[in-house]
T-cell receptor, first 112, second 116 residues
Framework: QKEVEQNSGPLSVPEGAIASLNCTYS??????FFWYRQYSGKSPELIMS????GDKEDGRFTAQLNKASQYVSLLIRDSQPSDSATYLC????????????FGSGTKLNVKP | DVKVTQSSRYLVKRTGEKVFLECVQD?????MFWYRQDPGLGLRLIYF???????EKGDIPEGYSVSREKKERFSLILESASTNQTSMYLC???????????????FGAGSRLTVL
């Protein structure tokens, strides 16, 4: 079983819509969760981190965490064409929670 | 800003050559990582270092070795390059303070290696 799983997509949404990206993880004791955005040909960049159950909002982005169900999601409100990218879920695991495991990423296309 | 610098953006090597990929970070981070990224497979951890001269295998260490002689520098070595090692290689570092907002992975720009 993979440590971190995401739907590969592509997920297509019209401009202005809400994009919903999901991620599940296998390590029950994981404590922190990260969403990275990766544009084509570029390296991943951090968008959001979340540590507690519930929602965390940052501008148009909302991360949601449910530790009991072992899933974390990212909502992008008012999606823009510039949001078109691959979104990677990362979960630190291992003895000191220092090894970062990534999902395979969800490709998002925002259509003008 | 944390800067993670990878020495080469693009490399072309021949099968059997020894390849060195260098990575330097400037924020005194404890942890450094090498990942490779392939279409459909996502980011896979090759090796991880949590201190100078300390290393730990990731999920796909076969065919690779690493060196960390100084805290800021982490090198990935392909002893005898093969065509199946053609990939994007990403170096990253983190503070090593788990469960804190500082324990964030920061990536270098990547090194695209082609092995002919």
């Amino acid at each position: 079983q993979k440590e971190v799983e995401q739907n590969s997509g592509p997920l297509s949404v019209p401009e202005g819509a809400i994009a919903s990206l999901n991620c599940t993880y296998s390590d029950r004791v994981s404590q922190s969760f990260f969403w990275y955005r990766q544009y084509s040909g570029k390296s991943p960049e951090l968008i959001m981190s979340i540590y507690s159950n519930g929602d965390k909002e940052d501008g148009r982005f909302t991360a949601q965490l449910n530790k009991a169900s072992q899933y974390v999601s990212l909502l992008i409100r008012d999606s823009q064409p510039s949001d078109s990218a691959t979104y990677l879920c990362a979960v630190p695991s291992g003895g000191n929670f220092n090894k970062f495991y990534f999902g395979s990423g969800t490709k998002l296309n925002v259509k003008p | 800003d944390v800067k993670v610098t990878q020495s080469s953006r693009y490399l072309v090597k021949r099968t059997g050559e020894k390849v060195f990929l260098e990575c330097v970070q400037d924020m005194d981070h404890e942890n450094m990582f090498w990942y490779r990224q392939d279409p459909g497979l996502g980011l896979r951890l090759i090796y991880f270092s949590y201190d100078v001269k300390m290393k730990e295998k990731g999920d796909i260490p076969e065919g690779y070795s690493v060196s960390r002689e100084k805290k800021e520098r982490f090198s990935l070595i392909l002893e005898s390059a093969s065509t199946n090692q053609t990939s994007m290689y990403l170096c990253a570092s983190s503070s090593g303070q788990p469960l804190t907002g500082a324990n964030v992975l920061t990536f270098g720009a990547g090194s695209r290696l082609t092995v002919l």
